[in-house]
């Protein structure tokens, strides 16, 4: 089973960037997926996730600039990042947990893991 997370790069405040992360292996439609990030010297961070029906939940810190979304014939999630902020710079993982049809917003409950892409937001 893998994750396999792409689309980071270095942009400007307030342009966007979409990420992806297609699964192989197994099927996650059945499962919640989420994105995570960790910036330099901080912990790893909540940012987004969707349940396997499509209900979605955000910190508070990027609601109303991302949107999650996904698409389970591809087996894929997306991260649309709109607005970007320098606070938004960091490496974001992408992560898949199964067994729960809510948002599910602790790291904990998340079995797979992508091995993560850079993004940095330059001021």
């Known amino acids: 089973v893998q994750l396999q997370a792409s689309g980071g790069g270095l942009v400007q405040a307030g342009d966007s960037l979409r990420l992806s992360c297609a699964a192989s292996?197994?099927?996650?439609?059945?499962?919640?997926m989420g994105w995570f990030r960790q910036a330099p010297g901080k912990e790893r961070e909540f940012v987004t996730t969707i349940t396997s029906s499509g209900t979605s939940t955000y910190a508070d810190s990027v609601r109303d600039r991302f949107t999650i979304s996904r698409d389970n014939a591809k087996n894929t999630v997306y991260l649309q990042m709109d607005m970007l902020k320098p606070e938004d710079t960091a490496v974001y993982y992408c992560?898949?947990?199964?067994?729960?049809?809510?948002?599910?917003?602790?790291?904990?409950?998340?079995?797979?893991w992508g091995q993560g892409t850079q993004v940095t937001v330059s001021s």
């Open positions: 292996g197994r099927s996650f439609s059945g499962c919640f």
């Open positions: 992560a898949a947990g199964c067994g729960y049809n809510r948002p599910v917003r602790s790291s904990t409950f998340y079995h797979y």
